[in-house]
């Protein structure tokens, strides 16, 4: 049954030195027979991850240098609103999204702007712990608050937008880790977009060296604790509006 919430939705993946897994994750993706397209962001890799996604089947968009994925989706979002889609979601090309859910994320665009697909919704065996798992608690906490809805995870990358989050996002959307996930959320539901999460399943790395380590990963969320507190004090954004090409 058609999603009466889109006509035309994308697939963005930002990838960079991902040659090992984007053309297995384009084409699991495509093989589901769904009716969106994908587009694989290069963010600036040194190897041939580009021309694995483009013989996979998806439309490369290449970056000249490494920008971090917060640049890479900012050009992913930028292609979407030029080429007319009215939704998107984000895919790690690495493969631990599974492309089956990638309907059940953009079936929550029927009832709001962002549909966050949730890692911690009872949902798989994806389990967090320690320093990693209080700071998490507590950002979810807080934008849940924010947002007037129960939000269990919202540091995650599996997430659709429909045209007035995508517009929302155009005007800003950090390049910081974290920061595309924490700060452009917060800055979004201030600005009137309505947010809701559906549960998710993460799958294993399917292969490639990750771009960051678990204590990296628990510094920048430490570090993103102070990003939602910035966050927090800018002023709502006005109304927004997606301009064609």
Not at 22 to 44: I, K, P, S, W
Not at 107 to 127: K, M, N, T, V, W
Not at 187 to 197: E, F, T
Request: net charge positive; hydrophobic share 40%.
């Amino acid at each position: 049954m058609p999603n009466p919430s889109y006509s035309r939705a994308l697939v963005i993946m930002p990838a960079w030195n991902e040659a090992q897994t984007v053309g297995n994750t384009v084409r699991e993706t495509l093989a589901l027979g769904q009716r969106y397209d994908v587009l694989v962001v290069d963010d600036g890799s040194s190897d041939e991850t580009a021309a694995e996604a483009a013989a996979a089947g998806a439309t490369v968009l290449r970056l000249p240098f490494n920008l971090g994925v917060g640049g890479a989706m900012r050009a992913g979002f930028k292609y979407a609103a030029r080429t007319g889609y009215d939704a998107v979601v984000q895919v790690d090309a690495d493969g631990q999204h599974d492309p089956r859910d990638i309907e059940r994320v953009l079936r929550g665009l029927d009832d709001a702007d962002i549909s966050i697909g949730a890692r911690f919704a009872d949902r798989g065996e994806y389990r967090v712990s320690g320093p990693r798992k209080w700071a998490m608690q507590f950002l979810a906490g807080v934008i849940s608050a924010l947002a007037k809805t129960r939000l269990t995870d919202v540091t995650s990358g599996f997430r659709a937008a429909n045209t007035r989050a995508i517009a929302q996002y155009l005007d800003h959307y950090p390049a910081e880790y974290l920061g595309d996930t924490i700060d452009s959320l917060v800055v979004a539901i201030k600005s009137g977009c309505r947010v809701v999460q559906v549960p998710v399943e993460m799958r294993v790395r399917q292969g490639g060296t990750p771009s960051h380590n678990p204590t990296k990963a628990a510094i920048y969320l430490g570090r993103s604790v102070f990003a939602l507190l910035f966050a927090l004090t800018r002023r709502k954004s006005g109304p927004v509006h997606l301009v064609g090409a």
